[in-house]
């Protein structure tokens, strides 16, 4: 008999998280391999409809308020109720706020097999909310990770290492083959010039330790050599205005585009010369292999996962965080060179197409599962 797996999916934006448990869900849908069940705290965004050309059944959503009140409680018995009378065999939460819920959830529920993750290190949460957290950890049976470095920095925190498991993130190279091949109709259609070499960085301007006014001062430099570069931000968030700012203040407005959320990220690549990643603290960045398996050399700093994906020297470069001077320097030279640039990004699609496909996410998960 095929076991019964529900994916807890915060929501359905176009966030890291996301995208890789939307992902996960379809590719375990097409598998056949166990039951596809599918909830949410919130049913919002872009990638429901997506998920939705692959699963028809009802999305149950428990909305959630604080972690605090009454509320939580309520819908945290809903979830439980929903995994007894489903006979949820295991459940699998995604992101911070899902593995809180889903493993008080699933412990009310006593499912049997209670799945948590964990895709980033520290500097997003308050000390309260990694305890918090941490707590959940506890009641899971197994916490998968998305590179060693996490792996690493929960066993920093004392959680138990033979919970943990690495499933590096797949990528989904069909999904990500642009429409078009035209470069200048690309530009267009995205308001950017039709001329100049573009360095794009794909990320939310949600979350501060994604660090971009380190992208835009490193731009500055770089203009004082090539100054017909574009520097294109993708992403949507309350940080846009200061991005505006800091660029209007360094006098280069006009040689930096913030485009907000981009339905037509494989496109955008497509017409980019570099590929950028400016964390403070990340886990294991969907950008970076966006970034090669579109065949862009990278240039990221070296935080979470970055140095298991990028070779330095190979496929890219690493800087440290913080260091925009580095990270200047490192553009240039590939500005400058633009045979090495482009061997880098020809070996970047060949590393992802062997370590990084969406079918050995597969089969790890499924190991998981015990399938």
């Known amino acids: 008999m095929k076991k019964n797996v529900l994916q807890l999916i915060g929501s359905f934006h176009q966030g890291g998280s996301e995208r890789q448990a939307v992902q996960l869900s379809k590719l375990l849908i097409r598998d056949g391999s166990v039951n596809v069940f599918v909830a949410t705290l919130n049913r919002d965004g872009v990638l429901l409809d997506e998920l939705g050309s692959e699963y028809s059944s009802p999305i149950p959503e428990f909305k959630l308020v604080s972690f605090r009140d009454l509320n939580f409680a309520e819908q945290a018995i809903r979830c439980a109720k929903f995994l007894r009378d489903n006979r949820i065999d295991v459940i699998h939460t995604h992101d911070f706020y899902t593995n809180i819920f889903g493993m008080a959830a699933a412990t009310i529920a006593r499912a049997s097999m209670r799945i948590a993750s964990k895709r980033e290190t520290g500097g997003m949460r308050s000390r309260y909310q990694d305890a918090v957290e941490g707590f959940a950890f506890r009641q899971a049976h197994r916490i998968v990770?998305?590179?060693?470095?996490?792996?690493?920095?929960?066993?920093?925190?004392?959680?138990?290492?033979?919970?943990?498991?690495?499933?590096?993130?797949?990528?989904?190279?069909?999904?990500?083959?642009?429409?078009?091949?035209?470069?200048t109709a690309i530009r267009e259609s995205l308001r950017l010039p039709t001329e100049g070499p573009i360095v794009t960085l794909v990320a939310n301007l949600r979350h501060r330790v994604k660090n971009q006014p380190m992208f835009v001062r490193a731009a500055k430099r770089v203009l004082a050599h090539f100054p017909e570069t574009h520097f294109v931000l993708a992403g949507e968030g309350e940080l846009r205005g200061e991005l505006e700012s800091l660029a209007l203040e360094l006098g280069i407005e006009k040689s930096v585009h913030l485009i907000g959320r981009c339905d037509c990220v494989p496109e955008l690549l497509a017409a980019s010369s570099i590929g950028v990643l400016t964390s403070d603290y990340e886990g294991f960045s969907n950008s970076i292999l966006e970034y090669m398996a579109a065949a862009l050399p990278v240039v990221a700093t070296r935080v979470g996962g970055a140095a298991e994906s990028i070779t330095e020297g190979e496929t890219g470069y690493l800087v440290e965080a913080g260091d925009e001077a580095a990270l200047a320097d490192r553009m240039l030279d590939l500005l400058k060179d633009r045979q090495t640039a482009s061997a880098f990004g020809e070996r970047g699609r060949a590393v992802v197409e062997t370590n990084f496909s969406c079918a050995a996410q597969l089969r790890r998960t499924l190991e998981i599962y015990g399938v």
């Open 145 to 183: 990770v998305n590179s060693d470095s996490v792996g690493r920095y929960l066993a920093g925190r004392g959680i138990d290492t033979e919970k943990i498991s690495l499933i590096y993130n797949g990528v989904d190279l069909e999904r990500l083959k642009p429409a078009t091949g035209d470069t």
